[in-house]
């Protein structure tokens, strides 16, 4: 990856420097995934995470014409808890553990990896014979050093499981910790934010307080204490009370957040605090002793070189 910043992020970083609540102004690079390109904000040389958050992939939306779909074969991680929400379509969660789950609009999939775990994401037969749009977030949490090693392990939330409140006329969405007088049941293993908004314009929404956030807009734009805030720029904001944004146009927001837990080392689908221990995955991806995917046992993708 490049260290040069582009006009776009030296822009960004001049406003942000007129802004003592906003520490830097991410802008996503597109990367290939199976097929589709996907918006990675996190992680960068620039900020590699934010709270216990170390990435954070905006997906489409990507229209798939029928025959064709999302279709990422099995592969490991360890170390990480991954998130998977949609705005728009379904992906088919299937892992080492034998869970199936179809993933749907509005619904939270946690997995949590641990130790180690395989899964695939495809699309159900009777989705992909037809033209269909996908759109979301995937997010992966650094687990705590503590639980790096914890038991694998899999939790599905409906989205009428997860609380809605609306703040000063916003309809909020509370995913995962605490905000806004309201607490997620989504599992956490460290302080964690995870708030969903939509805002319409001229709507204003006072950013709940964590140790570090990163506010990402999904769609449409933004303003920040005369700070513009473009779409699919993540930004960066410090520790401070009464952060209030204010919508241009109409938009969709995710704010992510909470407390640190200290540096992680990231060599493809692996997270940990110990060089050593990505060494050893590696390894034993590559000598296929991970465990399979119960029903997607015959395909996988292998060790990058």
Known sequence: MSNTLSQAEQSCDEQAASCSAIELILTPRETDLGGFSVRRTLPTSRRKMVGPWIFFDHMGPADFPAGSGVNVRPHPHIGIATVTYLFEGEILHRDSLGSLQPIRPGDLNLMVTGRGIVHSERERPELTATDHRLHGLQLWLALPEADEETDPAFHHYLGADIPDVVINGVAVRVMMGSAYGVTSPVKCFSETLYVEAHLKPGDRLTLPDAEERGLYIASGSLRAQETALAE?????????????????????????????????????????????????ARDDWQAGRFPKVPGDEEEFIPLPG
């Open 232 to 280: 699919h720029s993540m930004t960066i904001f410090a520790n401070q009370p009464d952060i209030e944004i204010e919508a241009v146009t109409e938009s969709r927001i995710a704010l992510i957040g909470g407390a640190s837990v200290g540096k992680r080392f990231i060599d493809w689908n692996f997270v940990s605090s110990r060089k050593e221990r990505i060494q050893q």
